[in-house]
């Protein structure tokens, strides 16, 4: 890292105590020097891209208000559950999900929250398809969407391997020449318990959590696309004005 | 449950009822949500006096 100048060594004390120490030193408050390094670079660039009032914002256009753009929050209201219940089910095994009626009952609350998932993640794709959702450069966000649905696929089939029952066997006997037919049942083999829990469990979770958190940022941060026909005009930032 | 599900063929398709049934659902849960005015947005558009901006 390059020294600094001899104005910004000026100006910016060491250390702040030293700063309140010396009385005739300027307050920290009164840098104006751009600070360089990476970690000024990435803060600069999100408080720049997405501002707190961008990523909870307290009003929406009002094309917003329609019931399709629903569908997208009810996905997310979805997989939390299926988070949760997985969970639990992680925590208590299988033996407990297939013999006691506590254990059975998240049992389904996990199938049937992961179909609401898939549902409506297949309505909210509908809408965002028909409304071209990946207009006015909300391409990577349609792009992460689309990997969020490939994913989430793998993650549910995973999951129909993992139930423990004679379904999931059945799936897997068959499933085995599909897998082996494109080369990948080497590095995925489906009749292997362990490999798929661990990732149905752990991998593909995180995996699809961290990409629907990408996918609402990228939202958040160039906001809801608007109707089709709806004159396009870019929205100012927070501190800019509209022209 | 344990009875194997009715199917419907039709040439090259062939679909299950229950798969049938969700689809059609679905469909139906769609263009009701495109026709269908969210509870309570049109008042306060109109208490507003706006209705093409935030």
Known sequence: MSEPSPSMAAEVPRDPREASADTSAP???????????????????????????????????????????????????????????????????????????????????????????????????????????????????WMVGVVIFLVSIVTAFTGYLVQQNFDSQWIAVNAKDAINSTGL??????????????????????????????????????????????????????????? | MDAPATYFHWGFILISLPNLVLILVMILLFVAALLLPLPGHRDRAASRGEGDDE
Not at chain 1, 77 to 97: E, H, I, N, P
Not at chain 1, 192 to 201: A, C, T
């Open chain 1, 27 to 141: 307050a920290i408050h009164t840098v104006t020097a751009r600070e360089t390094g990476w970690t000024a670079a990435i803060r600069d660039r999100l408080e720049h891209r997405l501002p707190l009032r961008e990523l909870l914002p307290t009003r929406q256009p009002s094309y917003v208000g329609s019931w399709v753009y629903v569908f997208g929050v009810v996905t997310i209201a979805a997989l939390v559950w299926v988070v949760l219940s997985g969970t639990v089910l992680a925590l208590m095994g299988s033996a407990w999900w297939h013999i006691s009626s506590l254990g059975r009952f998240f049992n389904s609350l996990h199938f049937w929250s992961v179909q609401m998932f898939f549902i409506f993640m297949v309505l909210h794709l509908w809408g965002m398809y028909w409304g071209a959702g990946w207009r006015d450069g909300r391409a990577k966000t």
């Open chain 1, 185 to 243: 049942g080497g590095f995925f083999n489906v009749l292997n318990f362990g490999q798929m829990y661990g990732l149905h469990v752990m991998l593909f979770p995180i995996g699809v959590t961290l990409l629907v958190v990408l996918h609402i940022v990228q939202v958040r941060g160039r906001g809801v696309v608007r109707p089709i026909g709806d004159p396009y005009r870019p929205e100012p930032r927070s501190g800019e004005t509209e022209a």
